[in-house]
Nanobody, 122 residues
Framework: QVQLVESGGGFVQAGGSLRLSCAAS????????VGWFRQAPGKEREFVAG????????AYADSVKGRFFISRDNAQQTVALQMNSLRPWDTAVYYC???????????????WGQGTQVTVSS
């Protein structure tokens, strides 16, 4: 079991960048694949990016490929999401989650952080 905490959200103008971080407040994050998800008002939670436990595999939603980059530092027990060229439609609450396998499905992730708001203005 692992407890997750996100940080780094905020307000940015279109074209700007933000870096989100996911840290373990309890448990060992390095044992788990980690995914980033987002949920905009009135929409379902969706997969954004994921990384295997050792960083050897990554996966991205088509909507963020080439703009967002996921990485991890297992020594620091953190996973980062670098978000570049942000657009207004990237506005959402962003969540990190841990699972036993790298998948894109929300229901495969039993451990979730509380989320961090990202707002992109036009």
């Amino acid at each position: 079991q692992v407890q997750l905490v996100e940080s780094g959200g905020g307000f940015v103008q279109a074209g700007g960048s933000l870096r989100l971080s996911c840290a373990a407040s309890g448990g060992t994050l390095s044992s788990y694949p980690v995914g980033w998800f987002r949920q905009a008002p009135g929409k379902e939670r969706e997969f954004v990016a994921g990384i295997s436990w050792n960083g050897g595999r990554t996966a991205y939603a088509d909507s963020v490929k080439g703009r967002f980059f996921i990485s991890r530092d297992n020594a620091q027990q953190t996973v980062a999401l670098q978000m570049n060229s942000l657009r207004p439609w990237d506005t959402a609450v962003y969540y990190c989650a841990a699972a036993t396998g790298l998948t894109t499905r929300v229901n495969d992730y039993p451990y979730w952080g509380q989320g961090t708001q990202v707002t992109v203005s036009s």
